[in-house]
């Protein structure tokens, strides 16, 4: 029996690459990525979803808001519900969810964030740990509330900021602890390693 994840994402979709790679190798069990949907029309991670021969859907989005209106929700809660997945992953969406969401989810829904949080929570992470500047910087998955960045923490991988390096090695350094740790949580999530909150 597969456990199913629908990845949600507005970018180029490095995440959704390291865990669809991950699924190809068989590294990850019973994992099954039924669809990839994304805010953005010409978002590579539909592209990408393709590459994979997953499903992959645009649900348009009010691109000046940050969250996600009313009606947009229930498009994209209608697109998810079709594949009754196990688990949704949001890897680089960029839209704020609301309650009603998360309810009609059960709240199996898991955020991955570019630092250790609960600092540096919000947008541009990697920028405000390296000019900060903290020692330790890192990735975080956690469960996703209606407050941003602020649900319980299920698994964090470290990065040290070296002296030598620059915002550009740093945020590949963030984004390469990103590519182990998130397809690791699933694995883990799909087995029972890892319990659900509820």
């Known amino acids: 029996m597969s456990f199913k994840i629908i990845i949600l994402g507005s970018g180029r979709g490095s995440n959704a690459k390291a865990i669809l790679e991950a699924e190809a190798k068989g590294q990850l069990g019973q994992v099954s990525t039924v669809a990839i949907l994304s805010d953005k029309e010409n978002a590579p991670i539909l592209d990408l979803a393709q590459q994979f021969g997953k499903h992959a859907q645009c649900i348009p989005c009010n691109p000046k808001k940050a969250r996600l209106h009313p009606d947009e929700t229930t498009a994209f809660l209608e697109a998810i519900q079709t594949h009754k997945p196990d688990l949704v992953v949001l ?7 609301d309650s009603h969401f998360i309810q009609s989810l059960d709240g199996k829904i898991i955020n991955l964030h570019p630092s250790l949080l609960p600092s540096f929570p919000g947008i541009n992470s990697i920028e405000s740990a390296f000019n900060f500047p903290v020692k330790v910087t890192g990735c975080t998955v956690h469960w996703v509330i209606p407050e941003i960045d602020a649900g319980t923490i299920i698994d964090q991988k470290a990065v040290t900021i070296e002296a030598n390096d620059t915002l550009e090695s740093l945020t590949e350094k963030v984004h ?12 883990r999530l799909s087995t029972g390693e890892i319990p659900y909150q509820n």
């Open 176 to 187: 390469a602890a990103e590519h182990h740790l998130l397809p690791e949580v699933i694995r």
């Open 91 to 97: 890897a680089g969406f960029m839209k704020i969810i």
